[in-house]
């Protein structure tokens, strides 16, 4: 088969340019002050960051398992001599289609059906819930027995109005006559000996509550687990690993169980009550173990609405759990805090890290900020042309930039570009510019003069006091600029995550991955851009600006190389079927623009260059690292242009449904074409030429130079 289509123009003129404006706004610095001091505070917060976010995700796991090498605690598990009385809680609501087959899975186990006892608590259900489980129990014929006295042993708890889950668990412990309580959901189904498996482990009376494991099949009954990848894998080698050494921070809700007198009344707002009353086991001074032959079935959901409200409720119950139970977040009142704020605490922070690492990458020096300034302007003029020759009719491309409309991703998108167009950029470069105007209006001779004088529009006020007002001005668009910047960048990427639907694009890291990508090639050009300005106008380079540069460009790149690569370990994590896609195309078709080109010469040399000379830095010849810087910077870019085209052209490589390859032909002429795509990428360096020469003339970039004197201030207000 063959495809075309409207990439090519996108993934030359694309998201890489928006964030060299971003970058500049690092340190509002008027040109000609001398080489910013590096920030430490900033470095250090960065690096903080960055260790805190390898922690939560690679450092707790391998503490772990060297914690569990040095000193394991393995449980005493047995099989008790005289079977303990077991009471099996089942909370219910409007369970009609599932309730019957949970009761004959429990029925069933192989735990001696007269120590078994089954409670089903119906939480307000309004179906047919309460009447099949009476059914059942009126064919129950096995009694349990306690103190002399002989009990059902299968019985239902009504609760006439629903309450939630906490309460109806509340009120299934309160009518146990078990020892032991497991809890059980309604959807999942026991293996034979999976309460058998459970009961073993209080064999050990340090042990106070055990959590099962939760196995995912392709449908219920099946006799093959599903594979769902690494991530759950590793959850439940983590998991294990935690009992070995102590205690797991919480349990699975679908099985785990307790023994009854360590069970504290569940508050009714709580959220994770599988977390919630482990814990409270924990905090008492039992341990809560994991034991992965006690297993519960389920069937893999690929309801991913529902799939996402589920780890929505999560995150926030881990939160509520911290003000339900302040002992938590307490070495002295949680036995297990390094595992409990590693496993659970530490991931709930990490988006708060990720922005620490992202505003602490982000400071520019101030010489280049006028230089970013104009390559942003003079790219982002570039931006909607690649729309228009697409459309066909210019009209169309100005319209949905000034007409937003909701239903219209694309049209959205000429609004949020119109928006930080004009809006931002314009408006700060004519505040940071407008002093230069006045006087530049007032020295230059003939025709250059009389441009400058216009872009006055009339205001050459140049006191002191009005120069501090340009200043506020521009800081406040600053602050209204940088989400501005995300906003387009991260739409970008939702166009093409969301809308476009392809499976190498429809992933949720897609917008950030655009976020992230953008800023580091906006890093290179502004270093690129710099070096290459200087040595055509023969002075010499700011050093020690460079170095700045450099080692934020730095930073920036391992924030955005890791975003990347969790995008594929993500992939693998899930086992995504389009990962083997993928991997065919990655070792074919795309094996010098992904494999060499973006991924080695793009990513890996860039890493190590910068990174040996934050390293050795003062062994490394200026000269040498002026080298690097640019070389770097080169790499960079090229490599941002290969996950352009391997994300914009390898993405209509294969099928939508993953049965077949496609192939991609760009023609030669044409609105699509090769001449078009080389036209619009020398374009903006076409007009930055100009608006370097009329906008940053050589005394605007040699630091030490001075700018030209002000004349007498005019009164405030006046206009020519």
């Not at 772990?64 to 605690?73: D, G």
């Not at 009376?205 to 759950?232: C, H, M, N, Q």
């Not at 349990?251 to 023994?259: K, L």
């Not at 302007?377 to 570039?382: E, G, M, N, V």
């Amino acid at each position: 088969m063959t495809r075309s289509g409207a990439g090519v123009p996108i993934s030359c003129t694309g998201g890489t340019p928006f964030a060299v404006y971003w970058l500049g706004r690092g340190v509002r610095a008027r040109p000609g002050l001398p080489s910013p001091v590096r920030r430490t505070p900033m470095k250090i917060l960065f690096w903080l960051s960055l260790v805190y976010i390898l922690y939560a995700y690679a450092g707790y796991p391998l503490a772990l398992w060297i914690w569990a090498r040095v000193r394991p605690r393995p449980v005493a598990k047995a099989a008790p001599a005289a079977e303990p009385l077991v009471t099996a809680v089942v909370a219910a609501r409007n369970e009609e289609r599932n309730i019957g087959k949970r009761i004959e899975n429990l029925l069933s186990q192989t735990y001696p059906p007269r120590k078994l006892e089954i409670v089903v608590v119906s939480d307000g259900s309004t179906d047919g819930t309460e009447r099949v489980v009476e059914e059942y129990a009126a064919r129950e014929t096995a009694h349990i027995e306690r103190g002399g006295e002989r009990f059902p042993r299968l019985r239902l708890a009504r609760i006439p109005e629903s309450r939630g889950k906490p309460n109806a668990l509340n009120t299934g412990v309160g009518l146990a006559h078990g020892e032991i309580v497991v809890f059980a959901d309604a959807r999942q189904a026991f293996d034979p000996g999976a309460v058998r498996e459970l009961v073993g482990n209080f064999a050990d009376p340090a042990v106070g509550s055990v959590s099962g494991e939760l196995a995912f099949y392709d449908r219920p009954g099946a006799g093959v687990k599903t594979e769902i990848g690494l991530y759950w894998k590793i959850e439940k080698w983590i998991r294990k690993t935690e009992g070995l050494v102590h205690s797991i921070a919480g349990a699975t809700g679908a099985i785990y169980a307790i023994r009854r007198e360590l069970f504290e009344r569940i508050p009714d707002e709580t959220i994770l009550d599988d977390v919630y009353v482990p814990m409270k086991i924990v905090c008492r001074g039992y341990r809560n173990v994991f034991d992965e032959r006690a297993i519960a079935r389920d069937e893999f959901s690929m309801n991913l609405p529902v799939e996402r409200r589920r780890k929505v409720r999560t995150l926030l119950g881990n939160y509520q759990l911290l003000r339900l139970m302040p002992e938590l977040s307490s070495p002295a009142g949680n036995p297990i805090f390094f595992q409990f704020f590693s496993h659970k605490i530490a991931r709930l922070f990490v988006p708060f890290f990720f922005i620490a690492l992202f505003v602490s990458s982000i400071f520019v020096p101030g010489p280049v900020y006028r230089l970013a300034l104009l390559t942003s302007l003079a790219f982002l003029l570039c931006a909607p042309l690649p729309l228009l020759f697409h459309l066909g009719h210019p009209e169309r491309c100005l319209e949905i930039m000034m007409t937003p409309h909701l239903t219209s991703p694309m049209a959205m998108f000429g609004f949020v570009y119109a928006w930080y167009l004009m809006a931002v950029l314009l408006l700060e470069l004519w505040f940071d510019y407008r002093r230069d105007f006045v006087v530049w209006s007032q020295t230059e001779p003939g025709l250059r003069g009389i441009i400058y004088r216009l872009f006055t529009v009339g205001v050459m006020d140049v006191s002191e006091e009005a120069v501090r007002l340009d200043e506020r001005l521009g800081r406040i668009l600053t602050i209204i600029g940088i989400p501005s910047a995300f906003l387009l960048h991260g739409y970008v990427g939702f166009i093409f995550g969301s809308v476009k639907a392809n499976p190498w694009w429809g992933n949720v890291l897609m917008p950030i991955i655009f976020i992230f990508s953008a800023i580091v090639s906006g890093m290179a050009l502004c270093v690129f851009l710099y070096m290459t300005i200087n040595w055509g106008r023969r002075t010499p380079q700011n050093v020690p600006c460079l170095d700045a540069m450099a080692m934020f460009l730095f930073y920036a790149l391992v924030v955005d190389a890791s975003i990347e690569a969790l995008d594929w370990i993500h992939r693998l994590y899930a086992a995504d079927e389009s990962i083997h896609i993928l991997k065919t195309l990655a070792s074919g078709k795309l094996f010098y623009t992904l494999l060499v080109g973006q991924a080695f010469f793009g990513t890996l040399v860039p890493l190590l260059a910068l990174g040996s000379v934050q390293l050795f830095r003062r062994r490394i010849p200026v000269l040498w690292r002026e080298r690097l810087y640019f070389l770097s910077s080169v790499l960079i870019l090229l490599g941002v242009f290969a996950m352009r085209w391997n994300v914009v052209i390898g993405g209509q490589l294969f099928s939508k449904s993953l049965r077949g390859f496609t192939s991609y032909k760009m023609e030669a002429a044409g609105h699509e074409g090769w001449f078009m795509a080389l036209f619009l990428m020398v374009l903006p360096f076409i007009i930055l030429t100009v608006l370097l020469k009329y906008f940053l003339p050589i005394k605007h970039v040699l630091p030490h130079e001075e700018a030209p004197p002000a004349p007498p201030a005019a009164p405030a207000g006046a206009a020519s």
